[in-house]
């Protein structure tokens, strides 16, 4: 039950709900828990309710070093 | 993120784990925690691949429609059942559980009275408003995860005044159950995969314990192949350097101090209490019930369900022992023969985190996926 998806808000109302994209399809979530996320933000949601706001910085350097274990295993 | 699946970087994961896994010079045996994670081993097919590797994975208690005890599914099924006029409000996998009372399923409600599923608690509060003449009670099941959405709920109806909501609570905390499951000894476990979305909430801290007091290394793991076998790596590191600590291997989702917000919402509504879970018995101040100020919403008190006795398991369910991490689903004699996901005896073999069910569908040679 702690299955959650992150998904990208794209619309975001005053009272905290807005919806989010996910995988090509937009599902409606509340967003007071994370009160400093804005559209375009990527969150984690579950329940109906987004628990996180997730890190582009951190996301990038976990792709970056998948590509480098990538490269090294291919040669 | 397909680039966390992608085969090579795997493959050298997996190599660098065997490496680490000879190199201890016994066969490393790590729990991970949460039931999604179970669910994402067995899926990817990571299971065979780590064990060939050299690591064996156990199941632990994070399948929170598993841990709570019958007693509270009963206490649902009776309120449906024996209040006219009530819409009980849960997620899917709580209406199978069977009990010596049968399911929510196959409980016949009163009149006028209705079993309804959700997927948020909102959904509920929404029948509420919607009709307020009608009693509304919202069987909610959860970890650290869920708890802040139905404490926002529970805060929500006590701002708009609702007299027609209350909600039936199952809320359970991760990082005492770890310590009960240390305590007991009997899982011997040498290090833990922590769960990811509670994480999101609790942060990396509360885990810390288990570094200090029990020299056990452990990483928090996202849910794609990759993420998983990051973790299993860093546990691994840990041991053959005997350094153990909590690795955050999830940093893109879980910052050190968790979410600050959703714990303070926690907080405000819910206090803990020693709670019984399946399997594992009363853990101090493991799960929470509701503050005074909210006990208007305790659905328990409000009609007047016996929610303090934790019922009995079907006669030969090993759900428990599961859940311990003493027993694999395999060494249940009921497993795959009388309890099977079409004839559940357990919540193991209902929840979509249940390593019974999971172990079904995946986990058994021969046995095609269905």
């Known amino acids: 039950m702690c299955l959650a998806v992150p998904a990208k808000i794209t619309r ?57 274990m990538a490269d090294a295993s291919d040669r | 993120m397909k680039e966390l699946r992608n085969p090579a970087a795997l493959r050298r994961l997996l190599g660098d784990i065997g490496e680490k896994a000879r190199s201890l010079g016994r066969r490393p045996r790590l729990m991970e925690v949460c039931g999604t994670h179970t669910m994402a081993l067995f899926k990817s097919g990571l299971t065979p691949l780590l064990a060939e590797a050299g690591v064996e994975m156990v199941s632990g208690p994070g399948c929170p429609v598993c841990i709570t005890p019958n007693g509270i599914h009963e206490a649902a099924i009776a309120a449906v059942t024996e209040k006219e006029g009530l819409t009980l409000a849960t997620f899917g996998d709580m209406t199978r559980v069977p009990t010596r009372a049968g399911s929510l399923q196959t409980a016949v409600p009163a009149r006028n009275s209705r079993l309804r599923i959700v997927y948020s608690p909102e959904e509920a509060l929404d029948e509420a408003r919607r009709d307020p003449g009608r009693e509304v009670v919202f069987f909610g099941a959860g970890f650290e995860t869920t708890i802040p959405s139905i404490a926002f709920t529970a805060k929500r109806a006590a701002a708009e005044g609702l007299r027609n909501f209350s909600i039936l609570p199952a809320l359970w905390l991760v990082p005492p159950a770890l310590r009960a499951v240390l305590e007991a000894g009997e899982a011997a476990v040498d290090g833990f995969i922590y769960p990811g979305h509670v994480s999101a909430v609790i942060g990396v801290a509360p885990y810390e314990f288990v570094a200090r007091d029990h020299g056990l290394p452990g990483a928090i793991a996202g849910f794609e192949p990759g993420d998983i076998l990051l973790a299993v790596r860093s546990v691994l590191e840990q041991a053959v350097e005997g350094k153990p600590r909590v690795a955050n291997e999830y940093s893109r989702a879980i910052a050190y101090g968790g979410n600050p917000v959703a714990r303070a919402l926690m907080d405000e509504v819910f206090e803990p209490f020693d709670a019984v879970w399946r399997g594992l018995g009363k853990i101090p101040e493991s799960g929470l019930r509701f503050r005074k100020a909210y006990a208007a919403f305790d659905a328990g008190a409000r009609l007047g369900l016996g929610t303090a006795d934790p019922g009995r398991d079907l006669p030969g369910c090993r759900c428990g022992e599961v859940l311990r991490g003493v027993v694999r689903p395999e060494g249940c004699r009921l497993f795959g023969k009388k309890c099977r996901p079409d004839s559940p005896l357990g919540p193991c073999m209902v929840s979509f985190e249940g390593a019974c069910l999971i172990h079904f569908k995946y986990g058994s040679p021969g046995r095609s996926a269905s």
Do not use: C, Q
């Open chain 1, 12 to 68: 975001l109302d005053e009272t905290g709900h807005g919806t989010a994209a996910y995988m090509g399809s937009e599902v409606s979530a509340n967003f007071s828990l994370v009160p400093l996320a804005k559209r375009g933000d990527w969150v984690i949601i579950h329940a109906g309710f987004a628990i996180a706001v997730m890190d582009e910085e951190e996301a990038r350097e976990t792709l970056r070093l998948f590509k480098e």
